[in-house]
């Protein structure tokens, strides 16, 4: 059983649409992680929240924090090809914890 | 600068059989991380190591899975009698202090069981 879930597991998207990832847990969190892992690589840290209600943007990308530091999301504008990857959600449930929980994944392709 | 680097990036091997895996971390990174991910999942900790101690091994699955970091920096994931349901790819990150800082992932290596 995995603490963090994630949804949809899958989305197939066109070039150009918008599209939200959501990451839920019954627990709560010290901080989020959001990953992006591509085929025969490891995941590649986008970024941590902290702070209940949070909000960080990364170009195109929007990451919230819940209030109640159980769930995130992440947003994507207008996707790209380039945004095709597993994208995972990862927490910790003590600052400083050694480990690191991360989610079932949300595998998105962005067609041309 | 290098990354971490994880060899073999592919090892088949025959169920019982023993077998080792290496992750290079980045130079100077003194926390060292196993994660191990199986088919459409995401990574599961398995164990962290701060310089050349086992600072955390609560997430290894059993006593047949052993890892070792003897001079703090190159570390080996021990399999021993390794079963079908070991296959999945291994995943090594490091960071470079405390287990708080930044986890960089290497490529991993996928270990197959027949």
């Known amino acids: 059983t995995q603490l963090l879930e994630q949804s949809p597991q899958f989305l197939s998207i066109q070039e150009g649409e918008n599209l939200t990832v959501y990451c839920n847990s019954s627990?709560?969190?010290?901080?989020l992680q959001w990953y992006r892992q591509e085929p025969g690589e490891g995941p590649v840290l986008l970024v941590t929240v902290v702070t209940g209600g949070e909000v960080k943007k990364l170009k195109r990308l929007t990451f919230q924090f819940g209030d109640a530091r159980k769930d995130s999301s992440l947003h994507i504008t207008a996707a790209q090809p380039g945004d095709t990857g597993l994208y995972l959600c990862a927490g910790r449930l003590q600052t400083g914890a050694n480990n690191l929980f991360f989610g079932t994944g949300t595998r998105l392709t962005v067609i041309p | 600068g290098a990354g971490v680097s994880q060899t073999p990036s592919n090892k088949v091997t025959e169920k019982g059989k023993y077998v080792e895996l290496r992750c290079d971390p980045i130079?100077?990174?003194?926390?060292l991380y196993w994660y191990r991910q199986s088919l459409g999942q995401g990574p599961e900790f398995l164990i962290y190591?701060?310089?050349?101690?086992?600072?955390?091994d609560s997430g290894l699955p059993n006593d047949r899975f052993f890892a070792v970091r003897p001079e703090g920096s190159v570390s080996t994931l021990k399999i021993q009698r390794t079963e079908r349901g070991d296959s999945a790819v291994y995943l090594c990150a490091s960071s470079p202090q405390t287990s708080s800082d930044t986890q960089y992932f290497g490529p991993g290596t996928r270990l197959t069981v027949l």
């Open positions: 190591f701060q310089g050349t101690g086992a600072a955390d």
């Open positions: 627990s709560v969190f010290s901080s």
């Open positions: 130079s100077g990174h003194t926390a």
